[in-house]
């Protein structure tokens, strides 16, 4: 079901690439390059493991913004050392080895490594998907994304300037704006993340802030569900309705406004029940911890002191998985992070 999704995607982004012949010529390499990956998984799950398409990769906590209810410094982590670039290259290598072949690339803020680009450059046929809130956006790194089409920037922001600003300050919408100009004029695809509450819903869904991004270049929309991770703040997240909505709304866009449309969490129902815990994806900490997913700061084991592939099969994740049916939350918001003294008892 993973697969076909990823398939889907891939159809979209070249779809969506054909007025650009090297875009267009990329995409279809990537879409192979997918097809590859996905056997790879294949011939380890014959053999036991199961091994998600997908890794989000923390590769740092700093970040030059202060946004309000940032996940990133609301989700309590140790502080430890975040890995350097060759343990990054080494993590990255072990998970192409592996078959995994999408990787988001998170934070803080992943441009403030300026090594960022020197570790994705060693594996053209992964794609990564590099969320940034777009400040550190130079002729430099413009550079970089052109010379990296598999490196593909992904702009956060909570809709028109208004919400943008009020969250992550004054300035950044026009910032992002500029930014995606730059982007556009460099023939770089790009996309857009967009934090969806109960609040900013019908804007970031509606047609007519789909079109005003597209003008803008934007070819790729990623729906994030709010997650409670303040207290107090429950009623921010969607409605059930609404993320029923959603679905039905990204699937008409596909149709009256191309572009690659995902939601994450997503369809859960009909993934029965939440991806995380190496189902489709994992999630690596800046300091190397394997955890179920970046709102679910849990974690018995780390790439720094074993292989990905043992990570993979840590008594966490099998217990995740073999459990999956109490991560199917009704209300909206990661159900691991609902749940923490029982995720600690698994570790126990
Ligand atoms: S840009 Fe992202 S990581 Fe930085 S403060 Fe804002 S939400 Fe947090």
Redesign the pocket.
Same mark, same amino acid.
Request: charged share 25%.
């Given at each position: 079901m993973v697969n076909e999704l990823i398939r889907g995607i891939f159809s979209d982004a070249l779809r969506v690439s054909l007025k650009d012949p090297a875009m267009a010529a990329f995409f279809a390499r990537a879409a192979m390059a997918q097809k590859k990956a996905a056997a790879i998984r294949q011939k380890h799950e014959e053999q036991g493991l199961h091994v998600p398409p997908v890794m989000i990769l923390s590769v740092t906590n700093i $970040? %030059?913004? @202060? $946004?309000a209810g $940032?996940? +990133? @410094?609301l989700v309590p982590r140790e502080h430890k050392p975040e890995m350097d670039t060759a343990r990054l290259t080494d993590v990255l290598r072990q998970a192409s080895e592996l078959g995994v072949s999408i990787v988001l690339v998170v =934070? =803080?803020?992943p441009l403030t490594r300026p090594d960022i680009f020197d570790v994705t450059r060693h594996f053209p046929d992964m794609i990564f998907t590099l969320f940034t %809130?777009g400040t550190l956006i130079d002729e430099a790194v413009l550079q970089k994304f052109k010379e990296q089409r598999h490196v593909i920037p992904i702009l +956060?922001m909570e809709g028109h300037q208004n919400m943008t600003d009020l969250r @992550?300050g004054a300035g950044v919408y026009d910032r992002l704006v500029n930014d995606m100009a730059n982007l556009q004029r460099n023939g770089i695809f790009f996309g857009t993340s967009l934090t969806v509450t109960r609040q900013n819903y019908d804007t970031v869904t509606g047609e007519s802030f789909v079109r005003r991004m597209r003008e803008h270049g934007c070819r790729a929309f990623i729906y994030v569900e709010y997650n409670p991770v303040r207290p107090d703040t429950e009623d921010w997240v969607v409605t059930d309705e609404q993320r029923d909505e959603i679905l039905a709304k990204m699937a008409a866009y596909r149709a009256s406004q191309p572009g690659v449309y995902i939601g994450f969490p997503g369809d859960e129902k009909a993934f029965g029940g939440c991806l995380s815990s190496g189902r489709g994806f994992l999630h690596v900490s800046a300091s190397g911890d394997v955890e179920p997913c970046p709102f679910a700061p849990y974690s018995d084991s780390s790439v720094l002191d074993m292989p990905l592939k043992d990570a993979l099969n840590s008594r966490l994740f099998k217990a995740l998985q073999e459990h999956r049916d109490q991560l199917m939350e009704s209300n909206g918001g990661c159900a691991l992070w609902k749940k923490p003294e029982w995720v600690k008892s698994l570790m126990e």
């Open positions: $970040c %030059n913004l @202060r $946004c $940032c996940y +990133s @410094r =934070g =803080g803020e %809130n +956060s @992550r």
